[in-house]
Nanobody, 121 residues
């Protein structure tokens, strides 16, 4: 599975962005997808994940109530809708895939290249 994240950019605090993770290769629809982020000088951290069908989603505390993960298996794409963005959300955002949702980056088999989100105050 090859993943490509897109949709990052510069946004003011309080604004919104929608990231997309497009997949190609073996059936993406059977893979769970996770979103992670890495701020400068920090470890890559879990943001959220969605199972293969989209029926189940999981979020880090920092994302709950502000971020929503969804997927369109017909388009082989998973989305991360981010609302009420804060400067501390500034990071490179990565999508990753594995058979089942997980919150630990080392458990993911496939990774996209990342997309930069910058939130200005």
């Amino acid at each position: 599975v090859q993943l490509q994240a897109s949709g990052g950019g510069l946004v003011q605090a309080g604004g919104s962005l929608r990231l997309a993770c497009a997949a190609s290769g073996p059936p993406f629809s059977i893979q769970a997808t996770g979103w992670f982020r890495q701020a400068p000088g920090k470890e890559r951290e879990f943001v959220g994940a969605i199972n293969w069908s989209g029926a189940n989603t999981y979020y880090a505390d920092s994302a709950k109530g502000r971020f929503t993960i969804s997927r369109d298996n017909a388009k082989n794409t998973v989305y991360l809708q981010m609302n009420s963005l804060k400067p501390e959300d500034t990071a490179v955002y990565y999508c990753a895939a594995r058979p089942f949702p997980a919150g630990i980056k080392d458990q993911y088999d496939y990774w996209g290249q990342g997309t930069l989100v910058t939130v200005s105050s």
